[in-house]
């Protein structure tokens, strides 16, 4: 098998060679200097600095306002190479101030967006001040107030567990601008802490965390800031809707970079039980541990599969972009966690150690947890999921012709521009990506791939069936207080998502790529196959050809994701 081309920029192999060599003692972004870092709670300043000297949020800028976010399948795989070597960097460097631009790209007007554009391409930083600790990931029940002045607006409450809030430049805050319940009460406000008066701004001590401990969580305490009514995104009382719209694009893109967290956590495995002597060999000769170790392979591949389609879709079909965000980070966090968690059983107390050549792992695996409820908790992602099911299922899963683009699945192919302004609340009945799945099924296929085929065509029956329970639900029967069996049907719609987009990444690859051998599509069909336990073992022909290229890229210090690249071990 070879390496995938086209689906990486240039510039993110630029970022992997400016790092250096993770194992390298005397690098000061390796992982000795990485580890180092997290005892003492402290951001990589070494790595910092040299972020800041490659103009990393550029990434998150328009090309029209000077920056690089001209493709969500590329950010992710520049992202990944921070995600693999320091997730705290990852976050606290990059994907905090991501998280705040894409409300601004998304309703901010030109002065605004200009101004956070410069910030970022300043090397500074813009934080997203949604959380108040009383609400959680429930953004209507926000307290945080903006009360009009005869000047602009007066901000009062408390943002608490924000990252980069006592360090940013700007900050984007949800206020309270109507004491009235409803979908309007509610605004996104700019504001520059640069300008603001100090004496109504109180830093709330930093928040201490299992994991991604160098990230500066804080808080701040508003009394009666002064504002411009000018600060305002967007009409006043839009904040909610934009918020919805313009995190889909982050709910897609975060869980996706996260992969590159469990591309070295693999690696860290293999590297130790190659090592490791048992029974006269290598661990890595045992048979419970090649299938383990398989079957993580797999796991990554078709959770950067799902994620790379979900990233296409908010260029190519963005009016259903809310589905597939949902989708990426409910089912592509699972699959991070659950993997991560096999690879620790594996390690055995090794996975525990602070020190020594497996110490980066326990990093690695307690940076990994916040995947599956920071920004929006995966039970949150099953809670929004659930009301669209019965349109869904009325609309496109029954009615056949409406297929996606091809280029929704062609991952090596161009991508036109994001749309921010196309991006809505609901996808209205729109699954493109599921609706493609008759066609899939019933296309010509070659002789030795009838197995696949058939799993396909299986999985067409299957959502058949979904659409018809799915078709009978009441509105009572989809709000937060729905019945488990009816969470249930979204896990069920999901793993027929995912399995439709790696069945069409592999039909739409190139024929000299890697994604073009159904090895890789065989193994996360039966990685996913309908069942209440986990995953049984692969078959014997799939485990030892995916095994084979496992260490094949271990040796060639590539990466175990769907590019295949190379990688400054």
């Not at 009325?394 to 090596?412: I, K, Q, Y």
Request: glycine share 8%.
């Amino acid at each position: 098998m070879t390496t995938t081309t086209g689906l990486a920029p240039k510039r993110a192999d630029e970022l992997e060679h400016l790092l250096g060599s993770l194992s390298n003692p005397a690098n000061p972004t390796g992982t000795e200097a990485v580890l180092a870092a997290d005892e003492r709670a402290e951001m990589l300043a070494a790595g910092e600095a040299l972020l800041h000297a490659y103009g990393l949020n550029a990434e998150f800028v328009p090309p029209q306002l000077g920056g690089r976010l001209e493709r969500a399948d590329h950010l992710c795989e520049v992202m990944r190479t921070l995600y693999r070597r320091d997730p705290a960097l990852g976050l606290g460097y990059g994907a905090s101030s991501l998280i705040a631009s894409v409300t601004l790209w998304t309703a901010g007007d030109a002065q605004q967006t200009g101004h956070a554009a410069r910030l970022l391409l300043d090397g500074r930083r813009i934080a997203i001040a949604f959380h108040e600790l009383a609400h959680g990931n429930d953004m209507a029940g926000t307290e945080f107030a903006a009360t009009a002045a005869p000047d602009g607006l007066r901000l009062s409450g408390r943002k608490e567990v924000v990252t980069n809030i006592g360090r940013a430049d700007a900050m984007v805050v949800l206020a309270r601008t109507d004491t009235r319940p409803g979908p309007r009460s509610h605004s996104l406000i700019l504001v520059d802490r640069a300008s603001a008066d100090p004496a109504h701004l109180t830093d709330l001590p930093r928040f201490g965390t299992v994991g991604m401990r160098g990230v500066q969580l804080g808080g701040l305490r508003f009394d009666d800031l002064p504002v411009p009514a000018s600060a305002v995104l967007g009409p006043a009382g839009s904040g909610l809707e934009t918020a919805l719209k313009a995190l889909q694009i982050t709910r897609t893109v975060l869980p996706t970079m996260a992969t590159g967290i469990l591309d070295t956590g693999l690696r860290v495995t293999v590297d130790h039980l190659t090592r490791r002597r048992l029974y006269g060999g290598p661990a890595t000769a045992l048979p419970h541990v090649r299938s383990v170790l398989a079957g993580v392979f797999a796991d990554l591949l078709r959770a950067e599969a799902l994620g790379a389609v979900g990233a296409r879709a908010l260029h190519l079909v963005p009016g259903a972009a809310s589905v597939y965000a949902s989708a990426v980070k409910f089912e592509v966090s699972r699959l991070l966690l659950e993997a991560m968690d096999r690879l620790a059983e594996l390690l055995g107390a090794h996975f525990y150690l602070r020190e020594g050549p497996t110490a980066l792992f326990q990093k690695l695996l307690r940076d990994l947890a916040p995947v599956g409820f920071g920004h929006i908790a995966r039970a949150a992602c099953q809670m929004s999921l659930l009301p669209q099911l019965p349109l869904l299922a009325r609309r496109t899963w029954s009615r056949p012709g409406t297929e996606a683009p091809p280029d929704v699945f062609a991952l090596a192919e161009p991508l036109p521009p994001l749309r921010y302004d196309r991006l809505a609340l609901h996808a209205a009945g729109r699954d493109p990506v599921m609706g493609s799945l008759p066609a899939l099924a019933d296309a010509s296929w070659a002789p030795e791939h009838d197995d696949v085929r058939a799993a396909l065509r299986d999985d067409h029956v299957e959502l058949a069936e979904l659409a018809a329970v799915c078709g009978q639900l009441s509105p009572a029967e989809l709000g937060v207080d729905a019945r488990p069996e009816h969470y249930d049907l979204v896990t069920r719609y999901v793993r027929l998502l995912s399995r439709t987009a790696c069945g069409q990444v592999w039909r739409h690859a190139r024929p000299d790529d890697f994604l073009a051998d159904p090895t890789w599509l065989r193994a996360a069909l039966c990685r996913s196959a309908p069942g209440p336990h986990r995953p049984g073992p692969l078959p014997a022909e799939v485990e030892d050809r995916l095994f084979a290229e496992l260490l094949d890229r271990r040796d060639t210090g590539r990466s175990f994701g769907l590019t295949g690249r190379p990688l400054a071990v």
